[in-house]
C-alpha cells in the first residue's frame, strides 16, 4: 500500500477529530483479541518512540481494541517508518499484512469523508471602506463609509451542478449609520438583501466538453467592464467553446430585479482570446420592451405634492396619496465592443464602447492602464491603473457603476492602486475627478472623490 497515500489519509481522520470506529465498516470493530501478537508489537513500537499509542495520544491500556483502531495505530507506525530500526520495520510490516483489509478500509473511509466535506465551501471577503466624497455645491457625501461582508457558499451537487450563495451586509458607520437608498424616506425600496440575508442564489452546470450554464439570481456582466451590464440578474447565461477558436459563443436572458422594473433583455456575445495576448468581448442584446413604451413601477418616491393624503369623506384616517416611479424605455437594443491587450511587459490596454438606440446620450467608453497587479497568495504584490470613462445617460442597460464611483451620466478619470501587505490582505486607495449629469448644463456638477479601502479575503 502506498505510504504516503495511507498516511495523508490518517492525517485527515485525525485533523477532523475522528475515531476509528467512527468510519470503520462493521466487520472492522470486532475487537483483537488481547493475548494477540499485535499488542507486544504495539508496545514496543512506543516504547522506541515510533507511535504513542491510540489517536488520542494515549494507550489503550488493559482495554480490548478493535481490529479498525489497531489499523490506525498501524498507519501513524507506517508514518513513522523511516524513523524506525531494522527491528522496528519489520514489526510495522507484518502488522501491515495482518491489518491490509481494514487499511484499505481507512483509507476509503477518509476519501469519502473528504468527498462529503468537499461538497460544501464557503469564501468571501471582509471590507472596511472610507470615501471623501465632495460633490461641489452638494457637500461631502459620507454615504458610501461601511463595514461590508460577501460571504459566497458552494454546495456541491454532482461533478456537474453546483448550488451557489451570495450572502451581502452592510455597516454605515456615518450619518445615522443607515444604508442609504438615494430615494426619500417614503420609499418602498428595501435592503433586505443587504443585511446578511442570502441575497444572490443560483446555480451552475460545468460540462465534459467545456459548455457551462447558471440559472437564478446572480450577478452578471456584459463587457470586460460591465459597461454594458454589470448587475443582478434573474435568469440564464450559457456559453460553448468555439472549436478550433480560443472564443467561446454566449447567449443570455435576464431580468430586472429592481422594485417593479418590468423590463428583460436576451442576446448573444462572444469572447476570448484571438492572438498573442490579445482578447475580445462582443454582446448585442434586446429589450423586451419597445423604445417609448412607459410603465409605473411599484416603487414609491414621494407623496403626491397637491394630495398627500388621501380625502376620505367618512372621516376615517387619511391614507397617504403615494407617487410611484414611472419609467420611460428609451433604448430597446444595444451592443458593446471590449478589446484587452498586453501593449508592453506587464502593462495591459482595456477598452470597452458601448451604444444604444436612445435618442440622445446614448453612447458609453472606458479605457483602463494596468501596470502589474497584486497576487493575495504574494504578499508586496502591487498594481497601479488610470482610466478614463464617460457614460452617456442612456448609454448602457444597467452597467456596473462600482460601488458609485461611476454613475452613469458621468465622465471622468481614476488613478489608483493596489497592494497586498500580507497574505490574503489587499488594500487599496484610488482618486477621481469626475463631471457628473455633463449633458444637462443646468444640473451639472463637479465631483472629487477619494476611497480607500481594505478587503480581508477568506
Not at 477529530?17 to 472492522?28: C, F, N, R
Not at 466624497?133 to 453546483?162: A, E, I, P
Not at 433586505?192 to 457551462?212: C, P, Q, T, Y
Not at 440578474?233 to 422594473?261: F, H
Request: charged share 25%; glycine share 10%; hydrophobic share 35%.
Amino acid at each position: 500500500m502506498n505510504k504516503k497515500i495511507l498516511s495523508a489519509a490518517v492525517a485527515m481522520a485525525l485533523a477532523a477529530g475522528i475515531s476509528g470506529t467512527a468510519l470503520a465498516a462493521e466487520g472492522s470493530l470486532a475487537d483483537v483479541p488481547k493475548d494477540h501478537w499485535s499488542y507486544q508489537a504495539v508496545d514496543q513500537l512506543v516504547k522506541d518512540g515510533i507511535i504513542e499509542g491510540m489517536p488520542d495520544g494515549t494507550y489503550a491500556g488493559d482495554r480490548a481494541i478493535s481490529r479498525y483502531e489497531m489499523a490506525v495505530i498501524v498507519a501513524r507506525a507506517t508514518d513513522k517508518m523511516e524513523a524506525a530500526n531494522i527491528a522496528d520495520r519489520a514489526l510495522i510490516e507484518k502488522m501491515q499484512a495482518e491489518y491490509g483489509s481494514e487499511l484499505k478500509t481507512l483509507v476509503a473511509d477518509v476519501q469519502d469523508l473528504k468527498n462529503e466535506v468537499g461538497k460544501v465551501k464557503f469564501n468571501g471577503f471582509f471590507r472596511a471602506q472610507y470615501d471623501h466624497d465632495d460633490k461641489d455645491v452638494k457637500g461631502v457625501d459620507r454615504s458610501n463609509d461601511r463595514f461590508y461582508l460577501d460571504l459566497r457558499g458552494d454546495y456541491k451537487v454532482n461533478d456537474t451542478w453546483t448550488v451557489k450563495t451570495q450572502i451581502e451586509t452592510h455597516h454605515r458607520y456615518s450619518d445615522d449609520g443607515s444604508y442609504n437608498t438615494g430615494f426619500s424616506k417614503y420609499s418602498q425600496k428595501t435592503w433586505s438583501g443587504h443585511d446578511g440575508n442570502i441575497k444572490r442564489v443560483w446555480v451552475e452546470g460545468n460540462f465534459d466538453n467545456g459548455a457551462w450554464v447558471n440559472v437564478g439570481r446572480a450577478w452578471r456582466g456584459l463587457g470586460f467592464q460591465n459597461v454594458l451590464l454589470g448587475t443582478e440578474t434573474d435568469g440564464v447565461q450559457a456559453g460553448m467553446p468555439i472549436k478550433g477558436t480560443g472564443l467561446t459563443a454566449s447567449a443570455i436572458y435576464a431580468s430586472s430585479t429592481g422594485t417593479g422594473d418590468k423590463e428583460s433583455i436576451y442576446g448573444i456575445g462572444t469572447w476570448g482570446s484571438i492572438g498573442h495576448s490579445v482578447d475580445i468581448n462582443l454582446n448585442y442584446v434586446k429589450s423586451d420592451m419597445s423604445k417609448g413604451d412607459t410603465y409605473q413601477t411599484s416603487e414609491i418616491i414621494g407623496l403626491d405634492k397637491d394630495e398627500p393624503f388621501k380625502d376620505n369623506d367618512d372621516g376615517t384616517l387619511k391614507e397617504p396619496n403615494y407617487v410611484y416611479k414611472t419609467v420611460d424605455v428609451k433604448r430597446d437594443n444595444a451592443f458593446v465592443v471590449s478589446a484587452a491587450a498586453n501593449i508592453a511587459k506587464n502593462v495591459r490596454l482595456i477598452g470597452d464602447y458601448v451604444q444604444t438606440n436612445a435618442d440622445n446620450n446614448n453612447k458609453s467608453a472606458a479605457v483602463r492602464l494596468n501596470y502589474k497587479g497584486t497576487n493575495l497568495q504574494d504578499p508586496g504584490s502591487f498594481g497601479l491603473y488610470a482610466r478614463y470613462f464617460k457614460y452617456g445617460e442612456n448609454g448602457t442597460i444597467g452597467g456596473d457603476d462600482e460601488w458609485g464611483s461611476t454613475p452613469f451620466g458621468s465622465k471622468g478619470w481614476i488613478v489608483g492602486f493596489k497592494y497586498v501587505p500580507t497574505k490574503n490582505v489587499e488594500w487599496e486607495t484610488l482618486f477621481s475627478q469626475q463631471k457628473c449629469d455633463f449633458a444637462k448644463s443646468d444640473e451639472a456638477f463637479d465631483r472629487s472623490l477619494l476611497r480607500t479601502q481594505v478587503d480581508f479575503h477568506f
